[in-house]
């Protein structure tokens, strides 16, 4: 496990050695900020304190633009560079390896889901109070956000040692994200036996209930079961590439 976090940690530093992180953090935040604020109205055309359109609008701007920026040289460009080789023959497991990536890159979209705090604080703490908050729905809210990034960055993870181009990991990830945010929306002109799996499938479906404020086992199991899967796949890619 040591070995794990030490990878981890390298990772997760690596990216605040270059722009990356700072980047991608500001860019994020001003993104959703005005998405919160002004996308088809907005919040102030609410007439609610509820910040479903946060929760709602924020997985995408991670699918979208966050986690395939971060995951897209998280193996291919070691490999692409040689150090993928070098790394893979010392006295370190495959699997702590990729675990080691996978929190790395987690841990960067965590901060910037925690930074996103700072719109509830602002708005209904301090500075401003704006009105009573329920906030059920906003640590529900949270959770799916935590669930759903361990997800797509365990996807991005898989395409990037899937491949050794930046750019190729990069349009997948992005491509299949996307993919699974809007099929849900396809299911509405679907035979039911259809629409039964695409909503089954859907990112959006499954993140409705937690920005309600609904924790389902159901959406924690299917968000944990991609992570692991996904994993499991970049582990069994890794020790491919290793023997051949």
Known sequence: ????????????????????????????????????????????????????????????????????????????????????????????????????????????????ILATALYPIMMFVTPWHLGALDSGPVISGYIGLVLYSAAAVSIGLLISALTESQVIAFFITFMLLLFLHFIGAAADNAPPAVRDVLAFISFDTRLAPFARGMVSTRDIVFFLSITIGCLMAAFRALERRKWA
């Open 1 to 112: 496990m040591s070995t794990t976090l030490i990878i981890a940690k390298r990772e997760f530093r690596s990216n605040f050695d270059s722009p990356l992180a700072y980047v991608v953090i500001c860019l994020g935040l001003i993104a959703l900020g005005f998405v919160f604020f002004y996308l088809n109205g907005g919040f102030w055309q609410a007439d609610r304190a509820s910040l479903v359109q946060l929760f709602a609008q924020a997985p995408r701007g991670l699918s979208f633009l966050v986690i395939p920026v971060v995951t897209m040289r998280l193996l291919a460009e070691e490999r692409r560079s040689g150090t993928l080789e070098m790394l893979i023959t010392l006295p370190v497991k495959d699997h702590e390896v990729i675990l080691g990536k996978f929190l790395g890159a987690w841990g960067l979209v965590l901060v910037l």
